[in-house]
């Protein structure tokens, strides 16, 4: 397992994450369709994530409605690790009941949030704390100096941001330096063969500012792990929950596209998809969900798998993006002292 450290601080973290939505059975049925393990189930899955040397587990509080943080307390607790050796990171921003005021970014719900989240956790702080969306009722000024408070008291060492644009970020980062709070570390995105948006604006944002990049359903929902086809067969959870959106006639085009790179260096398919990301320079770590032993062994299993400059460019050319306004128009200009 390699480490890197994550954007602009001293913290190292496992390049691959344990991703725990498939932790817990309470709340919306949604969660249901990603997993129910319970403790016992759980449990076996954290201990091998740990074994394998993986240091980051991340979480959210409306995994479950908060069971997922629970079952991931209990779970590292009765394991008995040392709290020093894993690096916790969780979320605050969706509802967590029916009052107006259960969610968000205000400084009441992320205080209350936090407190209830180190509770389920049974642990004395976290180490990562990451707004799960963006909030446009909210000044982010009162986000990020509730933000800082906890980083004041001691119950948060690290921020982090989930699911915001770039020029939210950028935004974010300036507030943080002017009002000299605590700093934007992270950002958890949505990466993947299926889905490189981001590489439009956000993933030059984050290597110009040093923020680190979590990625979140590096295989598609399930759609890269080569189990479904173009008749629509398969099983998974993207059976029952069809998310994140992608072009399937392109994914497909992708997997056909892994499958001879994975035969090549004694791979599966879901590995070389999970390899691909971790050569991209503004990966710090990817998030990797299980819901069984086997399953997460096979994740781990990209952390040691080093791509060829053709199976990059393999990969690249099936899954490159469209050209988008402007920047077809900047790469011209930069090609051409003569264009407009």
């Known amino acids: 397992m390699q480490y890197r450290k994550l954007g602009n601080s001293g913290l190292r973290v496992s390049e691959l994450c344990l991703g725990t939505m498939t932790f817990g059975d309470s709340g919306p049925d949604m969660w249901s369709k990603v997993g129910t393990l319970q403790t016992s189930d759980a449990k076996p899955i954290v201990k091998a994530a740990l074994d394998a040397g993986i240091n980051f587990i991340d979480t959210a509080n409306v995994y479950s409605f908060g069971h997922a943080e629970e079952v991931l307390g209990q779970s590292l607790k009765e394991i008995g690790v040392p709290r020093d050796d894993v690096v916790i990171a969780t979320k605050v921003f969706g509802a967590m009941g029916d009052g107006i005021n259960n969610k968000g970014g205000s400084r009441r719900h992320i205080l209350a949030q936090a407190e209830d989240s180190l509770k389920r956790l049974q642990v004395d702080h976290i180490d990562l704390y990451q707004l799960h969306g963006f909030d446009p009722e909210t000044p982010i000024e009162e986000t990020l100096t509730a933000l800082d408070n906890l980083v004041q008291r001691g119950l948060v060492r690290y921020i982090g941001l989930s699911n915001w644009a770039a020029w939210q970020v950028v935004k974010a980062v300036g507030i943080a ?30 290597l110009s500012e040093n923020i680190g990049l979590m990625v979140w359903s590096p295989l598609a929902g ?18 029952d929950f069809d998310f994140p959106p992608v072009n399937r006639e392109q994914v497909f085009d992708i997997v056909d596209a892994m499958r001879p790179i994975a035969e090549a260096h004694g791979a599966s398919v879901p590995q070389v998809a999970l390899a691909w990301l971790l050569h991209q320079p503004a990966v710090t770590s990817v998030i990797v969900g299980a819901k069984s032993v086997d399953q997460l062994t096979d994740n781990i299993g990209a952390s040691g798998l080093r791509l060829g400059v053709e199976d990059l460019s393999a990969l690249d050319a099936v899954s490159a993006l469209q050209p988008e306004y402007p920047g077809w128009m900047q790469a011209r200009q930069q090609t051409s002292p003569h264009t407009r």
Request: no cysteine; glycine share 14%; hydrophobic share 35%.
């Open 177 to 206: 330096e002017l009002r000299r709070l605590s700093p934007i570390l992270s950002l958890q995105a949505y990466y993947s063969l299926a889905g490189r948006d981001l590489e439009r604006d956000i993933v030059p944002m984050l």
């Open 222 to 239: 399930g759609l890269l792990s080569g189990k479904f086809t173009r008749d629509g067969g398969g099983e998974g959870r993207r059976a």
